[in-house]
C-alpha cells in the first residue's frame, strides 16, 4: 500500500471545487453571494462563451483591505465567522472560505479592490501552484473578480461542460434566483458584450413586483397572491399562484430562507399540502416566498453547496408555511379578480388587498360583506320576465321552473336569498354582485350571468361541488369526530420510533378519532377509529401517520383522508350536468360562490368560473374598427 501523506494545498483545492464548482453557474453564485455579503447595491456581471472562457463580476461593495487580499484566495480563510457561536447563527451567504480558493484552482483568477482608501489592489492566482502576486491597480470602491479559462488545468472536468447556450441558460436561471433574493439591488448581465439582463434596485412592493414579473412572467403575476404573515421569529411573505396557474413540473419554486435559495423537503411538503385540495392532479404550484426566521433557528451547514439547511423546529415551520398558504388559497374570492368600477374596489373588511390579478393575505380570514350576497329585496338589480324562457325548447337551455329540479336553495340555505324572475333590465350598477345575476343556462352544464364587467360562465356542478364540500367540512369540524370501537382492536408491528412518535403525539390521534395505545417496545393497538373511516385501510393509513410525524413533526394524513370522503360525497350530492336550474336557483348558486372559500376552483383543481369583459366581446366581434 501507498505510504500516508498529506495533500498538496493545489490537490486538496481542486478536490474541493469538486463540490463547490460544478459548472459556471457555481462560481457566479458564490462570487455574487460574496458581493451581497460585501454590501454591494450594485452588481455588473460579464460573462463570454457561457462562462467558460470569462466570468467577471464588479460591486460596489466594502471591498478587500490590500493585506487581505492574498489571504482571502486562501482556502478556509473567511471574514464571516470567528468562532462556533457565529457558525450557529450564520447571517451571510457565504461562511465556509472555500470559493475563492477552490475557483482560483481550477481557473486563471484575478481579484481587485478597494475598500474606500486612495488606491486600489490586484491579487492573481494562476491555478498551478497557487502563488498569488499582489500588484497596484485603479478601481472604485468595491471589488471586481476575473475567472478566466475555467477548468483549464482540469480537462476531464471540462469535457461534463453542455454546449454554450446551456450553460449560459444555467447562469441565467442562477442570476435571477440571486434578484429575486434581493429586490433591493442593482443587476446587470452581459453575454457575449450583449446585455441580456438589467434590473434596477425595487424598494416598493409595487417595483419589486415588476421585477418578479420581468423574472417570473407576467402571467404569474397577474394570477398570484400576495401573502405576509408573521408570527414571533417568523415572516412569511412573497407571491403564491393561484391554483389555476398551475404547471406540468415544479420550474417557478423559489424558496428563500433569510435571503438564501433553498430546497428543503420540509417546506416542499408544507406548499403541496396547503394546494392538495385546491390543486388539480399531478400539477404543480407556482410561488416566490420569502421566510425570515431568527439565525440560530436554522442551520445552514448541511451542504457545500449551500441549497439546503436544517430547521431546529421543522414541525413549527411546516404548520406555519401550510397554514399561511392555507388560509391565503381559502380567502380568495371570485370578486378578488374582478376589475373595479369607478366606484373603487369591491368591498372587503381590509384584511386582503388585491393588486393587479392577485391579492395581498395577512393571515386574517376575510368575511365577505353581507350586503353583497343578494340585491336589495325592495330594489331589485335585475328582473327577468322580459327575457325568453327557454325551458320548454329542445335545446333545455334554461328552465324558468323552481320545480325542475330540487330546489338548490332548500338544499343549502343562502340568507334567505330569494330573487325575482320578472320585471326589467339590469338595473342601478351599485348593486351588481361581483358575479353578477344569471341570465341562462347553456346545455344543462353552465350559467351565464352578467355582471359590470361583461359575461360570467360558471361550471354548475364544479362551483355546487365546492360549495357542497366546504359546508360538509365545516359541520363536521363543528360536530367533531365520532369514534367508532373497533370489534376486535387492531394490533399492528411497528419500529420503536415508530411506537414512540405514536405515544408522544397521543393527542393527534385523539383529536381526529382514533384511540392508539402502545402495546410493547415495537406494537401499538388500535381500539378506536372515526366512524366515517368504516371500510377504510387503518393500518396503511396510520403507518403513513407515523411516517408524517416522524419526518415533519406532524401528520394531516388523517384529516386528508377524511377530506377525500368528504369530497366523494360533495361531487356525488352536488347537481348535476343536465339538471335544469331556475333563475333563482342560478343566482342563489353565484352568491354562494361569492361567500364560499376557495370557490375559484373544484374539489379536483378545476377551474369554477370564467369572465369574458366587455373589451374582450369587442375584440372577438371586431367592434369599433
Known amino acids: ?3 500516508i501523506k498529506i495533500l498538496s494545498p493545489q490537490l486538496a483545492n481542486q478536490i474541493a471545487a469538486g463540490e463547490v464548482v460544478e459548472r459556471p453557474a457555481s462560481v457566479l453564485k458564490e462570487l455574487v453571494e460574496n458581493s451581497l455579503d460585501a454590501g454591494a447595491q450594485s452588481i455588473e456581471i460579464d460573462i463570454e462563451q457561457g462562462g467558460v472562457k470569462l466570468i467577471r463580476i464588479r460591486d460596489d461593495g466594502g471591498g478587500i483591505d490590500h493585506d487581505d487580499l492574498a489571504l482571502a484566495l486562501s482556502r478556509h480563510a473567511t471574514s464571516k465567522i470567528d468562532d462556533l457561536e457565529d457558525l450557529e447563527a450564520v447571517a451571510t451567504l457565504g461562511f465556509r472560505g472555500e470559493a475563492l480558493a477552490s475557483i482560483a484552482s481550477v481557473s486563471r483568477l484575478s481579484l481587485t479592490s478597494n475598500n474606500g482608501g486612495s488606491s486600489a489592489w490586484r491579487a492573481i492566482s494562476e491555478g498551478r ?8 491597480a485603479s478601481h472604485p470602491q468595491g471589488t471586481s473578480v476575473e475567472v478566466r479559462d475555467l477548468f483549464f488545468n482540469t480537462p476531464a472536468r471540462r469535457k461534463f461542460l453542455r454546449t454554450e447556450k446551456t450553460e449560459y441558460n444555467r447562469i441565467d436561471d442562477s442570476i435571477k434566483k440571486l434578484a429575486l433574493s434581493r429586490f433591493d439591488v442593482a443587476f446587470n448581465l452581459r453575454h457575449n458584450q450583449r446585455a441580456q439582463l438589467s434590473l434596477r434596485p425595487a424598494k416598493t412592493q409595487l417595483e419589486q413586483e415588476k421585477r418578479v414579473a420581468d423574472i417570473c412572467g407576467t402571467t404569474f403575476m397577474e394570477q398570484a397572491l400576495y401573502v405576509d404573515n408573521t408570527r414571533p421569529g417568523l415572516r412569511l411573505w412573497g407571491w403564491i399562484g393561484l391554483p389555476t396557474f398551475s404547471r406540468s413540473q415544479a420550474d417557478l419554486q423559489h424558496f428563500f430562507v433569510n435571503g438564501r435559495c433553498i430546497r428543503d423537503k420540509v417546506v416542499s411538503h408544507a406548499v403541496r399540502q396547503a394546494y392538495q385540495d ?6 404543480h404550484p407556482a410561488f416566490v416566498l420569502f421566510l425570515e426566521i431568527t439565525p440560530a433557528d436554522v442551520d445552514v451547514n448541511v451542504h457545500p453547496t449551500k441549497h439546503e439547511v436544517r430547521f431546529r423546529e421543522s414541525g413549527s415551520i411546516h404548520s406555519f408555511i401550510s397554514s399561511t398558504l392555507k388560509k391565503a388559497l381559502a380567502e380568495d374570492r371570485p370578486q378578488d379578480h374582478l376589475q373595479s368600477n369607478s366606484t373603487g374596489e369591491f368591498p372587503s373588511d381590509g384584511s386582503a388587498q388585491h393588486t393587479g390579478g392577485g391579492g395581498q393575505f395577512s393571515g ?6 353581507p350586503n353583497w350576497q343578494a340585491a336589495p329585496q325592495s330594489q331589485p338589480a335585475m328582473q327577468f320576465s322580459s327575457r325568453p324562457n327557454f325551458g320548454n325548447s329542445s335545446s333545455g337551455a334554461m328552465s324558468g321552473s323552481a320545480g325542475s329540479m330540487q330546489n338548490y336553495q332548500s338544499l343549502y340555505s343562502t340568507s ?9 333590465e339590469l338595473g342601478d350598477q351599485q348593486d351588481i354582485p361581483p358575479l353578477g345575476y344569471a341570465i341562462a343556462q347553456l346545455k344543462g352544464i353552465y350559467i351565464l350571468a ?5 359575461l360570467i360562465i360558471v361550471d354548475m356542478h364544479a362551483a355546487h361541488e365546492r360549495i357542497t364540500y366546504e359546508r360538509m367540512k365545516s359541520a363536521f369540524d363543528d360536530q367533531g369526530l ?11 408491528a411497528v419500529s420503536q420510533r415508530e411506537a414512540d412518535a405514536a405515544e408522544q403525539h397521543n393527542e393527534v390521534f385523539a383529536k381526529l378519532g382514533f384511540v392508539v395505545e402502545r402495546a410493547a417496545a415495537e406494537s401499538v393497538i388500535v381500539r378506536e377509529i372515526p366512524a366515517i373511516l368504516r371500510g377504510s385501510e387503518v393500518e396503511a393509513l396510520l403507518r403513513d401517520v407515523l411516517s ?3 419526518e415533519h413533526g406532524n401528520s394531516e394524513r388523517i384529516r386528508d383522508h377524511i377530506n377525500e370522503i368528504l369530497s366523494t360525497m360533495a361531487c356525488h350530492g352536488s347537481v348535476r350536468a343536465n339538471r335544469k336550474l331556475s333563475v333563482t336557483e342560478m343566482n342563489a348558486l353565484l352568491r354562494d360562490m361569492e361567500a364560499t372559500e376557495r370557490s375559484g376552483q373544484c374539489n379536483h383543481g378545476r377551474p369554477t368560473w370564467s369572465q369574458l369583459t366587455l373589451d374582450q366581446l369587442d375584440k372577438l366581434f371586431l367592434r369599433g374598427r
Open 129 to 136: 501552484d497557487m502563488q498569488v502576486e499582489v500588484t497596484p
Open 548 to 550: 408524517d410525524l416522524l
Open 364 to 369: 386574517m380570514v376575510n368575511q365577505p360583506d
Open 278 to 283: 385546491v390543486l388539480y392532479h399531478g400539477r
Open 482 to 492: 365520532i369514534s367508532q370501537p373497533l370489534l376486535v382492536p387492531e394490533s399492528l
Open 1 to 3: 500500500m501507498s505510504v
Open 450 to 454: 352578467e355582471n359590470r364587467e361583461g
Open 416 to 424: 334567505g336569498i330569494n330573487l325575482p324572475e320578472s320585471g326589467s
